[in-house]
C-alpha cells in the first residue's frame, strides 16, 4: 500500500476481524421473534456500529452469540465495500489487473475474493463520472452493458449503482 492517508474503506476492509472489531462499538441484545424459549433468555444478536465510518450492521439469525457476531463482521465489511466511496486510484490500470477486472477477460463473479473491490472500486468510478455508465465504462475500457451486468449480480450493489445515479439527477438503470 502507498503511503497516503490511512484512513477509509480501503484500510478498514483489510484489517482483521480483531482490528475491525475493536473500531466497533458492539451491543448485545435478545433478538425477537421465531427460536422457543432460549432465543427470548440469551442476548444473542449482534449490533454492530463502525465508529470510524458510522455504518452499523445486525446479525440475529443464529441463537449463538459467536455465529452472530462473525456474521456481523462479515456484513460490515460487506457495508463498508458498497457504500463508501473513495476516489478512483491514480494507477487504474494496475487496481483493475489486481482485481480480475481486464477488458476481453471475464469478471469475477460474486462468490470470487475480488468481487466486492471491484464492484467497490467500479462504484468508485461510477461516481467519479456523476453516475454515467458510459462515461464510467469508457474510462474501465469496457462497455456500458459489462458495467451494468457486472453490477446486477449483487442485488445491494445495483441498488447502491441506482441510488448514486438518482443522487446525480439520473434515472436509475433498468
Known amino acids: 500500500m502507498e503511503?497516503?492517508?490511512?484512513?477509509?474503506?480501503?484500510?478498514?476492509?483489510?484489517?482483521d476481524d480483531d482490528a475491525l472489531m475493536a473500531?466497533?462499538?458492539?451491543?448485545?441484545?435478545?433478538a425477537s421473534g421465531p427460536g422457543g424459549q432460549k432465543r427470548n433468555k440469551t442476548s444473542s444478536a449482534?449490533?454492530?456500529?463502525?465508529l470510524p465510518s458510522g455504518s452499523m450492521v445486525i446479525a440475529e439469525e443464529s441463537r449463538s452469540q459467536h455465529e452472530n457476531r462473525a456474521r456481523a463482521?462479515?456484513?460490515?465489511?460487506?457495508?463498508?465495500?458498497?457504500?463508501?466511496?473513495?476516489?478512483?486510484?491514480?494507477k487504474l490500470l494496475e487496481a483493475l489487473a489486481e482485481l480480475g477486472l481486464l477488458p476481453g477477460k471475464p469478471w469475477p463473479g460474486p462468490k470470487a475474493a475480488g468481487f466486492l473491490p471491484g464492484v467497490a472500486l467500479v462504484l468508485d468510478m461510477?461516481?467519479?463520472?456523476?453516475?454515467?455508465?458510459a462515461d464510467c465504462a469508457l474510462r474501465l475500457g469496457v462497455g456500458s452493458a459489462l458495467i451494468a451486468e457486472f453490477l446486477?449480480?449483487?442485488?445491494?450493489?445495483?441498488?447502491?449503482a441506482a441510488q448514486l445515479r438518482q443522487r446525480h439527477g439520473l434515472p436509475v438503470l433498468r
Open 46 to 50: 449482534v449490533r454492530l456500529r463502525h
Open 23 to 30: 473500531q466497533c462499538a458492539v451491543d448485545l441484545y435478545r
Open 152 to 160: 446486477r449480480q449483487d442485488e445491494d450493489a445495483w441498488k447502491e
Open 126 to 133: 461510477l461516481e467519479a463520472m456523476e453516475g454515467r455508465v
Open 73 to 90: 463482521l462479515r456484513r460490515l465489511k460487506r457495508a463498508l465495500y458498497l457504500t463508501l466511496r473513495e476516489p478512483p486510484p491514480e
Open 3 to 15: 503511503a497516503r492517508s490511512l484512513i477509509g474503506r480501503a484500510v478498514w476492509t483489510v484489517l
